[in-house]
């Protein structure tokens, strides 16, 4: 009688698919080269969107000049040199919002939504040590927020598309 199996796979449960900004699951950052369309403007990244959002009801001046950015750092500098005007509730909805923009994102990519689609039903893992809260941090012991935001966008993705859980 064969012994049973250890490890990855063991008892049906895929293995975690680990990303970062490189390789093929690059595209799955919220600051990578995909433009997302929200409420009929064109933000270069995600992250524009998700920082943007933390000013466009109140100070839509603001989210202009981050959706306007070229690159990252220039959306966090002004970001956090307009923290005095973030939503009050921003710590409240941060995660809700993270969660919208991805689902945009992944909605108006094909190609990025099929592959997340794909990575059913493994865990997703930001592999950033720097990072504790969106990634793994260091050790592996951060909150993965990220990853957590990537498998709640694909569970909804898999339940418009009519998929099994």
Not at 54 to 68: C, E, M, N, T
Not at 106 to 123: I, K, N, V, Y
Request: net charge negative.
């Amino acid at each position: 009688m064969p012994s049973p199996r250890v490890g990855p796979g063991a008892l049906g449960l895929a293995p975690a698919v680990r990303f970062s900004g490189y390789g093929r699951f690059a595209g799955f950052l919220h600051h990578s080269e995909h433009k997302v369309l929200h409420e009929e403007e064109l933000y270069p990244t995600a992250l524009h969107l998700y920082e943007a959002l933390k000013f466009l009801s109140h100070r839509p001046d603001i989210a202009k000049r981050i959706r306007h950015c070229e690159r990252p750092e220039e959306v966090y500098a002004i970001s956090s040199s307009e923290a005095e005007s973030t939503r009050p509730d921003w710590h409240i909805v941060a995660i809700q919002m993270m969660d919208t923009v991805l689902h945009q994102k992944f909605r108006q990519h094909g190609d990025l939504r099929a592959l997340l689609l794909d990575t059913h039903p493994s865990d997703l893992i930001y592999a950033e040590r720097d990072d504790p809260f969106w990634g793994e941090g260091p050790e592996g012991v951060g909150s993965n927020e990220l990853g957590k935001a990537l498998m709640r966008v694909r569970d909804k993705l898999r339940a418009e598309a009519g998929l099994a859980p």
